[in-house]
C-alpha cells in the first residue's frame, strides 16, 4: 500500500529542480562543445592552409636545381 502513496509537494519540487538543472547542464555542455570544436576546425583547416602553401613553395623549385 505504501507504494501508491503520493509524493509530497517538496519531492516534486525537488525531482523537477534536478531534471531543469541537468537539461540546462546538458544544453550548456552543447553549446559549449559545439563552440569549441567550431574554433578547432578553423584552427586545423588554417594550419592545413599554410601546410599545403609551404608544400607547394617548396616543390615549385625542381629537384634537379638541388642536385647540379
Known sequence: ????????????????????????????????????SSREKLRLEQTADEYISSIASTLEVPLLNFLL
Open 1 to 36: 500500500m505504501d507504494s501508491h502513496r503520493l509524493r509530497s509537494i517538496s519531492q516534486n519540487l525537488t525531482i523537477s529542480l534536478i531534471i531543469v538543472i541537468v537539461i540546462l547542464t546538458i544544453a550548456f555542455l552543447s553549446i559549449y562543445y559545439y563552440q569549441i
